[in-house]
């Protein structure tokens, strides 16, 4: 008996030097054992096979009976911890009601709450918005980790393409893993396992004409973190058509541009600052330009506090003005943007009043 005990540790030993399954290991167990039961059964008393594994098949009926006894014990165990694990999680982490706090947010935003400028109201306001990111690549991987980390309440994202190996030196919500996966899933998850009391809703694809102005139109604040031109300029006439305030940043090798664009309440939008597309080779991409990696950390950050202010009507956000900040040489500067009343996306536009 102690022959086959010690023949069956060191299977399982040499599985798990291996790196083999636990089920493999398992069966490779069963089956020496399945041998030994037949052994007992089949040969005569007395047999020198039938000794040397024991002598008689009750022993092994009753450690077989025992382990299959611990085993049922032990997975009873493990299904009980995971109910009561899933249990305090659901009561932890459940999206609460519309404006209701439970104990571990009210800890998580205290900071903020104590702040005069947002305080409960304002925390409330952000828990119960809805903000719209185009773009899940530089600006838009540190706009999403703040307002997922602020509080905002309901996220949604919307962006085509895939991480690739080169975003990963700025892109700082994605990781090496997921490298292949749709950003907008990428981010998502990122989002979510900073702060699972949020919503996030991701869309995999482009923004385009068709759909443009419905999605903004059920979202509060709209973030533009893309990097191409004629989804700049599709964001702000769905932005201006739909009554939305757009947050808009721009990035270039050192520099970066912020300015919020919202006609409703004054200031430009953003074709009164760029009546018409630049040309192609004054706008160069990252790949062909580079880009110094932090830069998209400071312009997306600065965009999610934009939306924060917007939200909560805290201070005075960039409308009117655009700010420049030039990291090579550490300079920062703003400049007036002013409305043009012949723009043909918002110049018959009424200013306050929501009306057009």
Same mark, same amino acid.
């Given at each position: 008996m102690i022959l086959v005990l010690g023949l069956a540790v060191v299977l399982w030993s040499a599985g798990a030097l291996l790196g083999a399954p636990r089920s493999l290991q398992l069966m490779m167990v069963a089956t020496i054992y399945v041998a030994v039961i037949i052994i007992q059964v089949a040969l005569p008393s007395g047999h020198a096979l039938r000794e040397a594994t024991g002598g008689s098949v @009750? *022993?092994?009926?009753?450690?077989?009976?025992?382990?299959? /006894?611990?085993?049922?014990?032990?997975?009873?165990?493990?299904?009980?911890?995971?109910? @009561? *694990?899933?249990?305090?999680?659901?009561?932890?982490?459940? /999206?609460?009601?519309?404006g209701v706090f439970s104990e571990v947010e009210l800890e998580r935003y205290a900071r903020h709450i104590i702040l005069r400028e947002i305080g409960g109201g304002g925390q409330r306001k952000l828990k119960t918005s809805r903000v719209l990111v185009i773009g899940a690549g530089g600006l838009g991987s540190p706009a999403l980790q703040y307002l997922a980390a602020a509080g905002v309440g309901h996220v949604g994202i919307i962006d085509d393409d895939v991480v690739t190996n080169s975003n990963l030196q700025r892109q700082v919500i994605h990781r090496d893993a997921d490298i292949g996966v749709a950003k907008v899933f990428s981010a998502a998850s990122a989002m979510v396992a900073q702060n699972p009391f949020i919503d996030v809703k991701a869309y995999k694809r482009r923004l385009t004409a068709e759909i443009a102005r419905d999605l903004i139109a059920d979202y509060d604040v709209v973030l533009d973190g893309s990097d191409n031109i004629e989804t700049r300029y599709l964001a702000n006439a769905a932005a201006v058509a739909a009554n939305r305030p757009l947050v808009s940043g721009a990035l270039s090798q050192w520099e970066g541009q912020l300015s919020v664009f919202f006609p409703k309440k004054g200031g430009p939008c953003y074709q009164c600052l760029f009546p018409n597309p630049p040309a192609p080779e004054l706008t160069p991409s990252c790949a062909a330009a580079g880009i110094v990696g932090p830069l998209p950390g400071v312009i997306g950050s600065m965009m999610a506090l934009e939306a924060i202010k917007i939200i909560t009507e805290a201070g005075t956000e960039i409308r009117g003005k655009m700010l420049i900040y030039d990291a090579l040489w550490g300079e920062t500067r703003q400049i007036s943007v002013p409305r043009q009343s012949d723009c043909a996306i918002c110049g018959r536009v009424n200013q306050s009043d929501g009306e057009s």
């Open positions: @009750a *022993h092994w009926l009753i450690l077989g009976g025992l382990t299959v /006894l611990v085993l049922f014990y032990r997975n009873g165990l493990q299904r009980l911890r995971k109910l @009561a *694990h899933k249990r305090t999680a659901s009561s932890q982490f459940e /999206l609460s009601s519309p």
